[in-house]
Nanobody, 126 residues
């Protein structure tokens, strides 16, 4: 089991930037994959970004709507995964969740993650 705590959510103007943090703790083994998802009330949870540690090294992937604007990274000694968000748009608004531990190796699938944080709210004003 992994405990995940997100922070960094805020209210910003369109075109602005934010960096979210996800601190991992209470794990026996550091999870091989950690991802960010977001959700707006009444809508499905959307994959934002995932980062993993594989045999060939670190890998990342992004949801189509954020590619080129968001960057996921990890600071292993500090047990933290970051999501740097730039050129924010009103449609980026939502509750952002951190997730870890995959059942099956599908890093951008919300259905495969075992552990979830409580979320941090991002609001982008036009």
């Amino acid at each position: 089991r992994v405990r995940l705590v997100e922070s960094g959510g805020d209210s910003v103007q369109a075109g602005g930037s934010l960096t979210l943090s996800c601190v991992l703790s209470e794990y026996t083994y550091y999870p091989k994959a950690v991802a960010w998802f977001r959700q707006v009330p009444g809508e499905a949870r959307e994959a934002v970004a995932a980062i993993w540690n594989g045999r060939t090294g670190e890998g990342v992937d992004y949801g189509a709507s954020v590619k080129g604007r968001f960057t996921i990274s990890q600071d292993n000694p500090r047990d933290t995964v970051y999501l740097q968000m730039t050129d924010l748009k009103p449609e980026d608004s939502g509750m952002y969740y951190c997730a870890a531990e995959l059942r099956r190796w599908i890093p951008l699938s919300q259905y495969e993650y075992v552990n979830w944080g409580q979320g941090t709210q991002v609001t982008v004003h036009s």
